[in-house]
């Protein structure tokens, strides 16, 4: 029964010397997606072709078509056939990029996930917010603004405040409790995010909130496809909907998308949004390319340009 060993230059079927050889071609990208492939533990196509000699192998990946145990040392040199060095190194730069690419993805996956998982908590608190600013106006004429203090006050009323009784006075501390809760875990949620963004995106995190670049990032696909993208398509990021609508039915194009959230737009005038997001999306734009390819830190003299050119937008230059 012969032995199979793949080398990073070809795959060789062998005993007490080499019976059959399938190499690899002698291209950087070939090669990496053949290393690539044996670090996601598939059998390579030159493998499955020595699969009817059914050889002993050393490789778990390698059980559906031979017999796990112990190898003869196979001994054999790229160079005698013609590889050298600079292809494997180069092989392995290919590997290396495709996985960091690969786990740039899965973590934009995961920061997508809490974005998504804060703004549901935000819509919770706000809703069951307005319940017990409702339920908490029959027995106060007082009104609280602030949903912590508000939490706070409830848990801590009781009974003969108003027409309260032992139930009712149970069930508001419950819901008093649980609003506390969510705005402890929302506080800890935009900690992270806020953590997570500083490390992948500083740049762009410092211009434009960790919230609102963690959105931005997750819509685009990453900080790299963010880092190729026009500013005039990183304004619109969010609003797909809307520009569907326009190029549909020809309704009023949208100004902006997910950067409307930032409150120089939010807070601005309506004639002065538009202007106001294609400064931001223009300054995001740099921001993103430093962060996914120079990684130099250039966030404090674009938010001095953004805050100089908004002055002149709103008059106030």
């Given amino acids: 029964m012969p032995y199979l060993k793949t080398k990073w230059f070809g795959t060789f079927l062998y005993d007490d010397e080499i019976i059959e050889k399938k190499l690899f071609p002698k291209n950087a990208d070939e090669i990496a997606e053949r290393l690539y492939k044996i670090l996601k533990e598939e059998v390579l196509d030159e493998e499955k072709e020595f699969e009817k000699y059914e050889p002993i192998v050393d490789e778990k990946r390698l059980r559906k078509i031979g017999k796990l145990d112990k190898v003869k040392k196979l001994e054999v040199k790229a160079v005698d056939f013609g590889y050298d060095q600079d ?9 290396a990029m495709r996985k960091i690419e690969e786990e740039q993805k899965e973590r934009t996956k995961r920061i997508s996930e809490a974005v998504d998982a804060l703004d549901d908590l935000i819509k919770i608190t706000n809703i069951l917010l307005e319940r017990l600013r409702g339920w908490y106006s029959y027995f106060s004429f007082d009104e609280i603004e602030d949903g912590k203090e508000l939490a706070e006050k409830l848990a801590n009323i009781r009974i003969g405040e108003g027409a309260l009784d032992k139930a009712e006075e149970k069930n508001l501390k419950n819901l008093a409790n ?12 935009e900690a992270y995010i806020k953590k997570v963004m500083e490390e992948m995106a500083p740049n762009v995190s410092k211009i434009i909130g960790p919230g609102i670049a963690a959105r931005l990032i997750a819509h685009a696909g990453g900080i790299e496809k963010l880092a190729t993208l026009p500013a005039g398509t990183i304004q619109l990021l969010g609003a797909e909907k809307a520009l569907f609508r326009h190029i549909k039915d020809g309704s009023l194009p949208p100004k902006h998308g997910v950067i409307f959230q930032h409150e120089m737009i939010n807070k601005a005038p309506k004639n002065k949004r538009g202007k106001i997001a294609r400064l931001l999306a223009t300054k995001i734009a740099i921001a993103a390319k430093a962060d996914a390819f120079t990684r130099n830190y250039i966030a404090d003299d674009l938010k001095k340009e953004i805050e100089k050119r908004y002055r002149e937008i709103m008059g106030k230059a």
């Fill in 178 to 189: 649980l609003l506390s809760s969510i705005y402890k875990v929302r506080q800890e949620l």
């Fill in 87 to 95: 292809l494997l190194l180069n092989a392995c730069i290919k590997v």
